[in-house]
Nanobody, 119 residues
Framework: QVQLVESGGGLVQAGGSLRLSCAASDRILSINSMGWYRQPPGKQRELVATITRSGVTHYVDAVKGRFTISRDSRENTVHLQMNSLKPEDTAVYFC?????????????WGRGTQVTVSS
């Protein structure tokens, strides 16, 4: 029953920056992992970055060195700092929470926030 709400999306020129935020209804340190996915126009949803309960991060090659995932446990919020944005970063960005119960994974999703990068 984790509720996730994304914010921070918008329109930005290539080379610019945006900071996305995901507010969770539950304590994020009680969740196995948090992450960001994105869905470009006409394409399937794809993984962007994850952060585990222990703080280990993972990035796909397309954003490595440009994006940073972080968390604020006091605010129950996960952030995605996006620098050096490219037009191909244009997508709807979704916050994800993945938890594990009895060895099974459960995923929770926000409604998404639009990021548009112009050239």
């Amino acid at each position: 029953q984790v509720q996730l709400v994304e914010s921070g999306g918008g329109l930005v020129q290539a080379g610019g920056s945006l900071r996305l935020s995901c507010a969770a209804s539950d304590r994020i340190l009680s969740i196995n992992s948090m992450g960001w996915y994105r869905q470009p126009p006409g394409k399937q949803r794809e993984l962007v970055a994850t952060i585990t309960r222990s703080g280990v991060t993972h990035y796909v090659d397309a954003v490595k060195g440009r994006f940073t995932i972080s968390r604020d446990s006091r605010e129950n919020t996960v952030h995605l700092q996006m620098n050096s944005l490219k037009p191909e970063d244009t997508a709807v960005y979704f916050c994800n929470a993945r938890d594990v119960y009895n060895g099974r994974e459960f995923d929770y999703w926000g409604r998404g926030t639009q990021v548009t990068v112009s050239s």
